[in-house]
């Protein structure tokens, strides 16, 4: 009796410490409850209070940006405008030579080319200046060419480019281009270097030889067609780049123009290229050039050009360009009423890597139909001409090309000579100066 008593105690006092126990940990369970709602509560709050701080300050920064565009805009259109935002972009080239030739100066001076510049340099006699670029035996500075660059606004863009030359200053080109327009369209209008041919519209700092294919000089002078005018072209949309354009100039260029009574210069051109592998492209152009003389007389340059390129590395290229004009000039000449004058260059260059390149180009007049009686005794056939080169650029912004030449399409002193020309030049570019196209 005394051993169940004693069993039922114990098992009593066992039932009560296990009840006592569950409660305690019933009780510690309700205060961990009550604390952790208690953290999510403040986590909550703490979340809304960081949403609320981010609203607020993307609100002000809004309110910032517009604030800004609003006083930007109310500067822009008020009187006080200012053209700090839209300072333009200028480069200063040089480019000078050091030059060998087996002509003196004076005589290589009043050089002639049989039918196409008499030895007063024009077919005009008003003496126009006809060497602006390595004129001496010796040392040139050819000319500091400024070039600037600056956009107007969202329609218009503007250039402009001055040459100063040793005793000359002259605004090579300067024209707007507009930016805006629709379906391929662009319009320049100024003073502008004409999109006729392969290289008219180059400058001389950019061409692959230092000297003008002798059809350009002959046809042209060294500026080539330059002119006040407008310009309209149109690049097709398609994924095969074609580009169409026509010109209005004024027309003074007296070598195969020249009646400025008005303007009297018209030219329309057609360009196309095409990728035909992944590194050999092709680019051609036809051109025409309708004006009148001095004597107002009609006359017609037309161009063919064409240029293949082959790139063979990441750096290396031989580009082979070739170009063919001709032109048909009215005379009041009673034996060749209408001259008809063609030649051609061809020139192939080879672009090692970065810093090397070499190359070479022969010219040729093809077509003389003209009144060669002033060089009665001369041998005036097989006017051509052979001019190698290499050039080494430690950097894209200077050069250094040695350039040599056998020239035979001069009549100098009423003698047919052949001149031989070498020279070094040496060109740089300082500022930005905007790429120039292959």
């Not at 604030?67 to 000078?96: E, G, H, R, V």
């Not at 209008?189 to 002798?214: L, M, T, V």
């Not at 030449?405 to 009549?411: F, G, L, N, Q, Y």
Request: cysteine-free; overall charge negative; glycine content about 6%.
């Amino acid at each position: 009796m005394i051993k169940k008593i004693t069993f039922l105690s114990l098992f009593a006092t066992v039932s009560l410490m296990a009840d006592s126990e569950l409660d305690a940990l019933k009780a510690q369970l309700q205060e961990q409850q009550k604390t952790t709602q208690q953290l999510l509560n403040k986590v909550t709050k703490l979340e809304k209070k960081q949403q609320q701080a981010e609203a607020l300050q993307a609100k002000k920064a809004k309110e910032q940006e517009d604030a800004s565009l609003d006083a930007a805009f109310a500067k822009d259109t008020s009187s006080s405008f200012s053209q700090m935002s839209y300072l333009p972009d200028i480069a200063l080239i040089l480019n000078m030579s050091a030059v060998g030739r087996n002509v003196k100066n004076s005589d290589y001076e009043n050089f002639a080319i049989p039918g196409f510049i008499n030895d007063d340099q024009t077919l005009d006699g008003n003496n126009d200046p006809e060497l602006p670029f390595n004129k001496d035996r010796g040392f040139n500075l050819n000319y500091a060419e400024v070039a600037m660059h600056s956009m107007v606004d969202p329609y218009f863009e503007a250039f402009a480019i001055f040459h100063l030359r040793p005793d000359t200053f002259e605004i090579g080109e300067a024209y707007v281009v507009t930016t805006s327009l629709p379906t391929g369209l662009r319009i320049k209008a100024g003073k502008f270097k004409s999109a006729f041919g392969r290289i008219n519209e180059k400058h001389q700092h950019s061409w692959n030889f230092d000297e003008q294919p002798i059809i350009y000089k002959a046809l042209f002078g060294p500026d080539s067609i330059s002119d006040p005018g407008i310009q309209l072209q149109w690049v097709a949309p398609t994924d095969t780049y074609i580009m169409a354009g026509i010109e209005g100039m004024q027309g003074s260029n007296t070598r195969s123009f020249g009646d400025i009574e008005e303007n009297n210069l018209y030219i329309s051109y057609l360009k196309s290229s095409l990728d035909l592998t992944d590194n050999l492209s092709v680019l051609g152009g036809v051109s025409w050039a309708h004006g009148k003389t001095t004597e107002k007389k009609s006359s017609d340059v037309y161009g063919v050009d064409l240029t293949f390129r082959n790139q063979l590395g990441s750096y290396s290229a031989l580009t082979w360009q070739s170009e063919y004009l001709q032109r048909n000039k009215d005379t009041n000449d009673t034996i060749v009423k209408t001259q008809k004058q063609g030649g051609l260059y061809s020139e192939l260059v080879y672009q090692y890597n970065n810093n090397y390149s070499a190359g070479v180009r022969y010219e040729k007049i093809t077509k003389n139909d003209t009144d060669l009686s002033a060089y009665s005794g001369i041998d005036t056939s097989n006017l051509d001409k052979y001019t190698a080169m290499v050039q080494y650029k430690p950097f894209p912004f200077s050069r250094l090309r040695l350039e040599y030449s056998h020239d035979r399409t001069k009549v100098i002193a009423g003698q047919r000579k052949d001149v031989d020309t070498a020279m070094l030049t040496l060109n740089i570019a300082a500022g930005a100066h905007g790429a120039h196209a292959y």
